[in-house]
């Protein structure tokens, strides 16, 4: 398939300028400047196996092996509820060190957020600022392509890809209005209530092209009418909710008890944490759109339908706990009852004391230049390789999600050495990642 290149800028427009995004920016800047390293991305640190019998490299780095934008070359900006620029928002987050962020301070101060779109009955905790102002939502949404458009023409981006990093918004299931493209525009028009603020972000990036990825486990482009909308403008799409802190450990960990047949009768989690996050999941309505996007991981790994004797009776107990003297700092306990060999009882404890934005910046990162990448491939519709990157991963109808996270890797690289018209290393997942490329 023919990739085109990397040329010029590329501007990463990130709804949402918290904890994870400023982190993400500091980040980039600081590797730039020579003073980090981009430790926990896959497109700067990860290796790639290509069966090269007779000459070149057979484990390049995967920035090395496709053409992916540089980080010198990556412009940001975004949307935001607050007015801080990235500099003060990244002080009050309190996730990097005041030092790392003084180093770079001139740079962050330059970027100051746009007025956001933002809607109070979908995120209760939180009281917007700096927000926009419509007469409908459509009107709101051509305000957001506005934005993009001029903030493409003032810093001279040749590329544009959009990463939702804002909050969790409340719980919502979908309705006819999401139904097609026809009747979410009439929704916009008439200030719908069903379409949400996060949904309008992605309505104004497809309408323009851009690629848009969901961070967080809001319904947003996995309804008919966005993904109808992605089709029509030939764009990659791709979700939903970083996949970080407990869930991440689930899918190393469940994908190892399945693979020896050990049963799984119980898996008690729960977290803390008091970041911005975890002041809006405080509210039972969006804790809910959270705990769904959780609660799904364990099935689909464990397949009781395939094993009921080993997981028919799984009893899944999932908690979140706002607990502001952790800031940003998230800490998770897991218990898990499990049995062997002649019905045996055993147990497994995790106590994980994670950082929260630290493990989501550099997913931002590779989401936004894997979204680039298959752009510029001709890619479009929902980017199902990507779904590593997720908890509650976004499959094309008809198709049951992936979440071993062993398993989505190689879904990942296969999809990337299908791109470059290497062979297949690992034929699992073939048949998906060539649907996938082919789409």
Known sequence: MEVKEAA??????????????????AGVEAIKKGSAQPIGSITQMGHIHLDRKNNGD?????????????????????????????YEAASRAKVLEPGTLLALR????????????????YIQNLDGT??????????LAKALMDDIISFRDTRGCDRLVMVWCGSTEKY????????????????LKENDPRIAPSMIYAYAALKLGVPFLNGAPNLTVDIPALVELAAQTRTPIGGKDFKTGQTLMKTILAPGLQ????????????????????????????FRT??????????????????????????????????????????????????????????????????????????VLDLALFGDLAKRAGLSGVQEWLSFYFKSPQTAPGFRPEHDIFKQLTVLQNALRKLMGEELVNPEGLTYAEEEITA
């Open 8 to 25: 010029g800028r590329l501007g990463v427009l990130l709804p949402g300028m918290g904890a994870v995004a400023t982190t993400l920016i």
């Open 58 to 86: 057979n484990y390049p780095r995967i920035k090395d092996f496709v053409p992916l934008a540089r980080l010198e070359d990556i412009v940001f900006g975004g949307w935001d509820v607050y007015e801080d620029n990235v």
């Open 106 to 121: 001139s740079e962050l101060e330059a970027i100051k957020p746009m007025k956001a779109v933002f809607d109070k009955s």
């Open 130 to 139: 700096h927000t926009k102002q419509g007469a409908t939502k459509m009107a």
């Open 172 to 187: 919502t299931e979908v309705a006819d209005v999401h139904e097609s493209l026809a009747a979410f525009e009439k929704g």
């Open 259 to 286: 693979a020896r047949a050990l049963g799984v009768k119980g898996w008690f989690s729960t977290n803390i944490l008091g970041n911005r996050d975890g002041y809006v999941l405080d509210q039972p309505d969006n």
């Open 290 to 363: 959270k705990e769904v996007s959780k609660l799904s991981v364990l099935e689909d790994i464990l397949r009781p339908d395939l094993s009921p004797e080993l997981y028919n009776d799984l009893y899944h107990k999932i908690r979140i706990e706002y607990y502001p003297p952790h800031r940003d700092n998230k800490e998770s306990w897991d218990n898990i009852d499990i049995f062997g060999w002649l019905g045996y009882s055993m147990q497994i404890k995790i106590n994980f004391l994670c950082r929260d934005s630290i493990l989501a910046a550099p997913l």
